[in-house]
C-alpha cells in the first residue's frame, strides 16, 4: 500500500511534450547525474525541463495569488532568461524559432513583472507567449498551462 503510493506520486511528477510517454511507468527511482540531467522514473529530466517545471510551479502560485485578489511582485526574470541556453531532452528543438518565440516569451514576462496595475491581462499575455512555443515544441503541457489562465 505504501509503496503503490510512492509510485503514485513520482508518475504524477514526470511530464513530458508527449503525454503517452508518462502512462504506465512502474519504476521508481530518482538521481541525479553529473551532466545536469536528472533521471526521475528511468526517464532523464533535462536543464530546461527542470527549468520549465519550476516556472510553471511558480506560475501556480502567482495565479493563485492574483485569483485571491493580491499584487503580485515577482524577480524571476533572470532566471527564465537560461530557457535560452538550457540543455534540452531533444537539442534539436532549440532552434531558431525557438529562440524567437523565448525572446518574445522574455519580453512579455519582463512587462509582466513591471505591471502592478491590471496583472491579470499582464499574466494572461506572458502565458500567451508559453502556450505558442508549446503548441509547436511540446505539446504534452499545453492542458495544464491553459489551466492557468486567469478570468476576468
Ligand atoms: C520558447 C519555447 C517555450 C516557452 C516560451 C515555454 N516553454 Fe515550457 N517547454 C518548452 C520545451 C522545448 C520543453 C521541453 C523541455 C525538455 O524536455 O528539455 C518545455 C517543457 C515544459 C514543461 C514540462 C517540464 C517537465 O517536467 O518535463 C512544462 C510544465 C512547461 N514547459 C511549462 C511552461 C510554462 C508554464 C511556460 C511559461 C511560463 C513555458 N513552459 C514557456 C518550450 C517552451
Redesign the pocket.
Known amino acids: 500500500m505504501k509503496k503503490s503510493l510512492f509510485c503514485l506520486i513520482i508518475v504524477a511528477l514526470i ?3 508527449n503525454e503517452a510517454v508518462d502512462e504506465g511507468s512502474t519504476a521508481n527511482n530518482t538521481e541525479s547525474t553529473e551532466n545536469g540531467m536528472t533521471v526521475i522514473n528511468g526517464v532523464e ?2 536543464e ?2 527542470l527549468l ?2 519550476k ?2 510551479d511558480e ?1 501556480k502560485l502567482v495565479k493563485d495569488s492574483i485569483d485571491r485578489g493580491q499584487i503580485v511582485k515577482t524577480d524571476f526574470l533572470e532566471e527564465f532568461e537560461r ?1 535560452q541556453t538550457a540543455h ?2 531533444e537539442p534539436e ?1 532549440i532552434d531558431d524559432t ?1 529562440q524567437a ?2 525572446g518574445a ?1 522574455l519580453d512579455n514576462y519582463a512587462l509582466f513583472e513591471q505591471t502592478s496595475e491590471n496583472q491579470a491581462e499582464a499574466f494572461n499575455i506572458m ?1 500567451q ?2 502556450l505558442v ?2 503548441q509547436q ?2 505539446p504534452g ?1 499545453v492542458k ?2 491553459n489551466k ?1 489562465k486567469i478570468k476576468p
Open positions: 511530464w513530458s511534450c529530466r533535462s530546461l525541463a520549465m517545471r516556472m510553471y506560475m530557457i534540452a531532452t528543438k525557438y518565440m523565448a516569451f502565458l507567449n508559453c512555443c508549446h515544441k511540446c503541457p495544464a498551462i492557468l
